[in-house]
């Protein structure tokens, strides 16, 4: 892992702190931020909404328009940061296929932890029932030679500065 990504991918399971470490990393290291979340169509959010988990049958097209606009974006010179929850090794392989330089930042922690930061917040389509659910579809990047785990039981900005050597030299970002 030696070579600076076009495309730094946050995943981990939803209320794990993907959308807040991606907003700060995209600021410092002058790239575009994405929620992988904004890419769901509405049946989806809905199904979601409903307290219903989606099935990969459901999550593989999303990948594949998530895999289109990264895409897209490395194309017209952008770097980009991506808040994605890449529960299955099959998603996050297809966001491999795209042949992009890709690192992934995996979000690790506690599940009781992550389900009272989803109890606390208001406003998301997913509820806290569906935890479950994401611990249980999530397959662990063990193995994988693009993933860094991060602790989240630690403050955002020190997980920024954990997640930063992991994508190249310093002179890329800002503080």
Known sequence: MTATPQVVIVMGVSGSGKTTLARLLAEAWHARFLDADDIHDDAARARMAAGLPLTDAMRDP???RI????TRRVANGER???AFSGLRRRHRDRLRATGLSLRF???QGDQALIAARMQARSGHYMPASLLDSQFKALEMPAGEADVVTLAIDQ???DMLREALPALGRSEHFRF
């Open 62 to 64: 999303w990948a594949a």
């Open 67 to 70: 895999a289109d606009e990264l």
């Open 80 to 82: 980009v940061v991506l």
């Open 105 to 107: 930042l995996f979000l």
């Open 155 to 157: 403050p955002p900005d």
